[in-house]
């Protein structure tokens, strides 16, 4: 039995942060060996929203090396970047002229990022979700690990292979593999220290709303110091009142791998003050090893570029073939 195809990717649009790690990356790395896995850097979903050109080719290196930081293995994975698989951009295009305006106006994650941006909308954002189609379908993916936040856009994904495969193929012939979402039980979502009913991103202006994976044990310690806590003694999971509690005490569950019954028994009737220098202590050490290898990774010459050679090569070589099956049945004339 050949392995089930995995396919996903991180927006170079920040540091890597906890969520990034706990809700995506760390999962990735538990069942690698199971799946054959085609993990991309997403840069050109990086520029839907204002970016700054002197840090998006920085920004892209730093998040593969992170990935191979993380534990990504190249014997399992394929780590590639996505611009540099230029059958990404051009199956985008040929879905957009089949895809309904309406399907993109409805999507959730538009609707928000949009209202951020006032008047300053680009088109590329409206158009992420097809994008995200194109970055699935061209790899015959049956498998995409998603989030909560990512449901409404691979059921997208879903509909535009269906009505490509029903405009323009056969029952029997499908162009595009229908993917179907990997969901993990424990999907950890992470929320902001600064804020425990918004989620940590890359993209919120406070720095000190997120634990980055490259930071320091100073800047660890300053930013749990001063996250946002209530004044009640007594930690607990669960209480729809206490959302930075919550958080708080799963991050700390986590990170030390530690079970929620240890956590709540260990936590039940300490203060703020005591818990604070427990989270630290057991971000620090989690972190530490993705850093001695982050720092491995960035010192060996030449060997992050070769990783992404490799990877953009046997990336291309599928996404090649399946553009040429989409373009040839549209109906476009061969290249000469
Ligand atoms: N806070 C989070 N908790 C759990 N999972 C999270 N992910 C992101 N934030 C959290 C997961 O990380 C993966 C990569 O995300 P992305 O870079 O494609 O964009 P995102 O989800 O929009 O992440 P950010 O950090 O919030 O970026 P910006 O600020 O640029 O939008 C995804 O699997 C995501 O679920």
């Given at each position: 039995m050949p392995k089930q195809r995995v396919l996903s990717g991180v927006q170079p649009t920040g540091n890597l942060h906890l969520g990034n790690y706990l809700g995506a990356i760390r999962n990735w790395v538990e069942s690698q060996s199971q799946y054959e896995n085609y993990f991309c850097v997403v840069d050109l979903h990086a520029i839907t929203v204002p970016h700054d050109p002197k840090i998006l080719a920085d920004n892209t290196y730093k998040i593969a090396a992170l990935y191979l930081a993380c534990g990504i293995d190249p014997a399992d994975s394929k780590i590639f970047i996505q611009?540099?698989?230029p059958a990404h951009t051009e199956l985008t295009w040929l879905f957009n002229c089949i895809t309904p305006l309406n399907w993109l106006e409805g999507m959730i994650q538009f609707k928000e990022k949009a209202l951020k941006q006032g008047e300053n909308v680009g088109v590329g954002l409206l158009d992420y979700p097809v994008l995200m189609a194109a970055d699935i379908l061209l790899y015959q993916a049956d498998l995409v690990p998603v989030g909560e936040d990512q449901k409404q856009h691979l059921e997208l994904t879903r509909d535009i292979a269906i009505r490509l495969n029903f405009q323009f193929g056969s029952e029997e012939k499908p162009i595009l593999k229908l993917p179907q979402p990997l969901i993990r039980a424990e999907g950890a979502r992470v929320m902001s220290l600064t804020d425990g009913t918004r989620k940590m991103s890359k993209?919120?202006?406070?720095?000190?709303s997120r634990i980055h994976l490259l930071d320091s044990p100073e800047e660890i310690q300053k930013k749990i110091k001063r996250c946002k806590t209530d004044p009640i003694r007594g930690l607990t999971f669960d209480d729809p009142d206490r959302p930075e509690c919550n958080n708080l005490l799963t991050l700390y569950m986590v990170l030390s791998g530690q079970s929620k019954a240890a956590v709540a028994a260990e936590c039940e009737s300490i203060g703020w003050g005591q818990f604070k220098p427990l989270l630290t202590e057991a971000a620090i050490a989690a972190l530490e090893p993705i850093q001695a290898r982050y720092q491995q990774v960035m010192a060996e010459p030449g060997y992050l570029e070769s990783i992404l050679r490799q990877g953009r090569e046997q990336a291309a070589a599928i996404a090649n073939q399946t553009l040429a099956d989409v373009r040839s049945a549209m109906g476009f004339a061969s290249p000469l």
């Open positions: 611009s540099h698989v993209s919120d202006p406070s720095e000190l």
